[in-house]
Structures are given as C-alpha cells and as structure tokens.
C-alpha cells in the first residue's frame, strides 16, 4: 500500500483565490512528520510546511496552512490568496518514528498546481 | 548561508563510465541522504547516512554506493552507469529528525 497518496489530476486556481492541494497518509506508527515540498520548473526542491503527529494545532507558514486531520490521516496543503509564483508541483511527504533509524521521508507522486492570471 | 551543494548540475554520460555526484553541506548536520526523482514515482531514497562512516541502503540502491568520510560530504558513486540510471537525483541533509534541506539537483543522463 502507498504510504503517501496525492491523488489529484493537475490542479488549477485563480490568482488570488485559495486552492487546496490532497494528501493522504498511511502508517501505524503512532509518532510522525508530514511535510510540504515546492518543485518550480527549475527543479529544486523548497521546504513550505511541517505537522509532527502529536501538534495540537495545524501548521501555519505565511499563505501556507496544513489542514491535519489525524483520524482521516489527512494532511491537505492549503494556499491561501494564490500568486502566480506558486505554480509548480508540490510533493507531500512523511517522516516515521521520532528517533527513527532512518529519517527517510517517503513522497507521494506531487501535484501540479498552475495559478491563472 | 545554510545551503545544500551539488556537483555536477548537469551530466551526460555513456554507459560504463564511472562517476561521482558530490554533495555538501555547511550546517553541521548528522543526516544526509540521496534520493532520486523519475516521473511519476515521486522521489525515492537511494542511500542515507546517520553520520560519519554511518551509511546504509535506502529503497533503491542498487547501481550505487556513497561514502561518508567526513561530516559535511555525501559523494554518490556511480560505478557502472546503466541507462536507466537516467534521473534527476538530490542530495538532502538535516539534523537527524528535523526538516530536511535539499540540494539544487543533479541532472544525470547516461548514454
């Protein structure tokens, strides 16, 4: 079974709207990271967002937002006032154990986001 | 500035012919690792390292082997390049459970 799943056909969004990027997750360990990655076209990969299992609250980064919801192992990106900088692809990814042997994150497929103006 | 290094950005090469990726980073950190990115697969971790002379298999590592001598350097071998080693590969590096930073990526195309 694929532990990170992201699902969405190439997402689109008007600038200055709101877009909502999917991710879903599977693990039994009850201790782990998911977190954001940005792809632009020139391929390097940008660090957005970080949700450890135990927060409280969900993540918040500027226009960044991760909608966590730990009982439908969800953990959606959300982009608020959309620029059109933020077209690119975006992974999520997942990090299991806290003082794991291997901090290995594990991706999911990405989602290509383009923003209209 | 806190940064990931790669070297070289962009390769093309013929089959057969021994290379190496180099990777560095200046923040100290005790993590490194490679993954490689092919469409539609997402990135995969190739080989990773906990710290100096600590290194082990990722999920994809056959074709490779790194080295981990000093701190700051995680040199990827390719010692027999095939064609579908063809990839665009990254170098990642973090404290051992913090976020982790990447390099710009390698472009590697073998021939």
């Known amino acids: 079974a694929q532990k990170i799943t992201q699902t969405q056909p190439g997402m689109f969004v008007q600038e200055k709207e709101a877009v909502t990027l999917d991710c879903t997750y599977d693990?039994?360990?009850?201790?782990?990271?998911l977190f954001w990655y940005k792809q632009p076209s020139s391929g390097e990969m940008i660090f957005l967002i970080y949700?450890?299992?135990?927060?409280?609250q969900n993540a918040t980064e500027g226009r960044y937002s991760l909608n966590f919801q730990k009982a439908r192992k969800s953990a959606n990106l959300v982009i608020s006032a959309s620029q059109l900088g933020d077209s690119a692809m975006y992974f999520c990814?997942?990090?299991?154990?806290?003082?794991?042997?291997?901090?290995?994150?594990?991706f999911g497929k990405g989602i290509t986001l383009s923003v209209r103006p | 500035e806190a940064q990931v290094t790669q070297n070289p950005r962009y390769l093309i090469t013929v089959t057969g012919k021994k290379l190496t990726v180099t990777c560095s980073q200046n923040m100290n950190h005790e993590y490194m690792s490679w993954y490689r990115q092919d469409p539609g697969l997402g990135l995969r971790q190739i080989y990773y390292s906990m710290n100096v002379e600590v290194t082990d298999k990722g999920d994809v590592p056959e074709g490779y082997k790194v080295s981990r001598k000093e701190k700051r350097n995680f040199p990827l071998i390719l010692e027999s390049p095939s064609p579908n080693q063809t990839s665009l590969y990254f170098c990642?590096?973090?404290?051992?459970?913090?976020?982790?930073?990447f390099g710009p990526g390698t472009r590697l195309t073998v021939l």
């Open positions: 693990t039994s360990d009850p201790s782990y990271g």
């Open positions: 949700q450890g299992s135990y927060d409280q």
């Open positions: 990814a997942m990090r299991e154990g806290v003082n794991g042997a291997n901090s290995k994150l594990t």
């Open positions: 990642a590096s973090s404290r051992l459970t913090d976020t982790q930073y």
